[in-house]
């Protein structure tokens, strides 16, 4: 792939997550050849999906050019470039657009959704892990919409106004939230000749409380917030199937819907090569506190796909941005050591607390010390948020959508770009 | 399609362009039952697609949600419907979401692309009159240049990163400066592995002037800031063909070149039942100057679709935004006149004048009484499209990307959200 031979040893450096940008940033000083493969141009801000997918922010404003964040460091390379294999013996990774050798190599593939097997789910639910997908679901919401003024059946107009969602983490209790105020504040205007009052969000969880990873107190207001805004939460419910048409469940009740958002569970994006039953646990390749794969000294894994088991963490750090932030940081001084012959520093992860929102003034926070949530909640979830988001423009620009859709209670950029072609023939309009 | 039926008159509005818009604002106050129908459920602001092309702008803040714009009239109602057919004799359009009947009909249906017949060019050049088209190119422009990384073979990178765009009106004018801007300031720095110097744009207009809708001083002075800007004008050239890889012209000489961007004209975007020959003019729709189509008094067309014969106009109004715009300002106070039982008021065209713009701190304008071209036109140019753009929010958003974009030299829009997938297959790497 025309990367040029270099005196330095080449680090290849696999997806440009927060985990990759972060390594990447703190190698820029040193003696290395850095290579980024990714297979988008681009690094998404995956926290605020669920805003690109409910019409409130722009996709251009929650991505990042890899090739804008690399520009300033010597020696860097990037290619858009997807990993069909990685063969550790020759050292050499087998990709779309050709071989490339590596000195260092780095997985920081990220996950991708966890259907659990469930084959029918994966072909008829929508997912929001990426930025196309999210588009997606966005062209759906608005096209329900748009299908339901055209008919005069009610319990079709009903499906195709009835929102389920799979999954209580953040991503699920966002969206069930955002998707609430668009009832509440959008709907009735932008379709005065629809009943609009007759859409249900429905979020469902398959464990007794929602945000589980949060303190019960987060969980139990983040709960009560989404019954305020009229979000039915069913909680110690598990989906089993979704044809397009009616959500079953392992109880006898089921939900007649035209939309399944699967928010459940995220596994580790593997690439062959080193995905032996032995290198993993729980999916994810088992790292040393080095974020080194084992038995591999030139090989590392870091955020969501690594799993580094500690005393402090038998199941591994959790799969989110924080974890992958610090591990890019930590690995990237390690690498520094490594050139000058000292010793690796071992990884400790600092866990800075976590938080969801609900809607406007309505968020939930648990920091280390102490716990909070409402309005001053929410307005902590907005500044974090922004400082997390790369590039002053991207900053910005979403600072003043959110000012905008607060104060109008609005949110434009409700547009069908792209529609999104679902099958609606099972339907008789 | 679900219409409640009404004891006013039906007005029904055929797109949602800058005619459609205007009249449906001039049309709130009075006792009509009007239904929008558009393909689209966003109003595009078409004079900015080429800087959303060369992402400079996110498409969000250039189209607006046609729903909104209706949302605070009585008796409105949008459907996202394609016509089919119209059926004077019945009163009735064919759709594909069922029969409407109106009783008032307006066509403003705006214009597509004209290919002149050459489905060869269709198929493999690139457009640029929406937003998918946009997004479409800008993906291309993006994906040639990560393709050209990965060759050897210098003749293949040279016509990865050959962009020929036929056409020298305001869209071709625009694209070419903006394609010349990117070389110039963000090129080297997004692929320093490339010798992006190498990159060719060629803006080619069959005659001899460019910008020939505007003054011959404008003409001059657009082609000196593009040729100042690297851009090679080549004029009384006539493209005849393009397979995807080579441009072939009525001279003896082609151009290798993986785009093509075809901007060299447009036709009146017809709907069937109303395409009769003895109701032409041109290709458009022949009206009198009340925009009724002739032979039909329920039936009226305006915008690019019309074409209102004059003596100060010959062959109709230019197909742009103002006559447009102007037209269903006039047609929306003479439903009020015909309502009143009043005499209708003949359309009168005022030429505000034209502009376009090169680059920064280059535009030209032409004024009724006076023209100029420069820093001042430029500035005048970005004024008077902010003020054009529908909704507070999108003119902040894309006043912000202005500011930015000026001061850094950069647009960072530069994302392949959705790959375009050109065949590249006639290339070796």
């Known amino acids: 792939m025309n990367i040029p031979k270099s005196s330095y040893p080449r680090v290849v450096i696999i997806g440009g997550g927060f985990g990759g940008i972060s390594l990447a940033r703190n190698l820029k000083n040193l ?7 990714d297979k988008h141009n681009y690094h998404t801000f995956q926290p605020l999906l669920y805003q690109v997918a409910t019409g409130g922010l722009e996709p251009d404003s929650i991505a990042y050019p890899i090739r ?3 520009q300033e460091y010597a020696h860097f390379y990037f290619r858009l470039a997807q990993v069909k294999k990685i063969d550790p013996s020759e050292k050499l990774l087998e ?30 639910g929508m997912a929001m892990k990426s930025i196309p997908q999210s588009l997606n679901l966005r062209s759906l919401i608005l096209e329900n919409f748009e299908r339901a003024l055209l008919t005069d059946d009610l319990r079709e107009r009903d499906a195709l106004m009835c929102f389920v969602i799979v999954g209580g983490g953040p ?34 969880q398959s464990g007794d409380r929602i945000l589980k990873e949060m303190s019960v ?12 805004l009229g979000v039915k939460v069913w909680k110690n419910v598990r989906v089993t199937g979704y044809d397009g048409k009616v959500v079953t469940t392992k109880t006898d009740f089921s939900f007649e819907s035209a939309t399944l958002v699967w928010a ?39 955020g969501d796909v690594a799993c580094m088991v500690t005393e402090d963490s038998a199941h591994g750090q959790p799969m989110m941005a924080q974890p992958a932030m610090q591990q890019g940081k ?29 809607g406007r003034n309505k968020a939930v926070v648990d920091l280390p010390k102490f716990r909070f949530q409402g309005v001053f909640a929410w307005f902590v979830w907005m500044f974090v948020h922004l400082f997390f988001l790369i590039g002053f423009r991207n900053r910005l620009v979403v600072f003043i959508n959110w000012v905008y859709n607060y104060i109008r209670f609005d949110r434009e950029a409700r547009l069908i770009i792209r529609p999104f072609k679902k099958d609606y023939s099972h339907y008789k309009s």
Chains 1, 2 share one sequence.
């Open 31 to 37: 003696d290395l050849q850095v290579v980024m493969l």
């Open 68 to 70: 804008k964040v690399l």
């Open 95 to 124: 990709t779309d657009i050709g071989p490339l050798s590596y000195d260092y190599l780095v997985l920081a593939t990220g996950s991708v959704t966890n259907y659990f097997g469930n084959t029918q789910i994966e072909a008829y």
């Open 171 to 204: 991503t699920g209790v966002e969206l069930a939230g955002a998707l609430a105020e668009i009832k509440k504040g959008i709907l009735h205007k932008d379709y005065p000749d629809l009943d609009t009052g007759r859409m249900q969000i429905n979020l469902i």
């Open 217 to 228: 107190q987060a969980s139990e207001k983040a709960e009560s917030f989404l019954k305020g």
């Open 264 to 302: 459940a569970g995220v596994k580790a994006a593997l690439v062959q090569g080193l995905d032996a039953e032995n290198l993993l646990v729980g999916g994810r390749i088992k790292v040393n506190t080095f974020n080194q794969v084992l038995g591999h000294t030139d090989i590392y894994a870091i």
């Open 330 to 358: 930590n690995l990237g001084e390690n690498f520094a050591r490594l050139l000058d012959r000292r010793p690796l520093k071992p990884f400790e992860y600092k866990d800075k607390g976590s938080m969801a929102t609900v």
